[in-house]
């Protein structure tokens, strides 16, 4: 014989846990999205490179190249 008597609290908590996970799972699916979107409309995976914010010669063109 299990004494197994859910109280009210665990119902409540059980609901708090499915909206903090739904909401959770909204707010990773924005960032996702946001991030998605972003990729697509630089088009060129060489375009997402420079915006790391940090300096790399390789990517900044020569300036004697042109002459």
Request: no cysteine; hydrophobic share 45%.
């Amino acid at each position: 014989m299990a004494l197994q008597v859910e109280h009210e609290l665990h119902e409540r908590r059980k609901g708090r846990n499915y909206g903090v996970g739904i909401i959770l799972v909204g707010f990773i699916a924005i960032v996702f999205g946001l991030t998605v979107v972003k990729v697509i409309q630089l088009g060129d995976a060489a375009k997402f490179e420079r915006f790391d914010h940090v300096a790399r010669p390789q990517i900044i063109p020569d300036e004697g190249a042109g002459e």
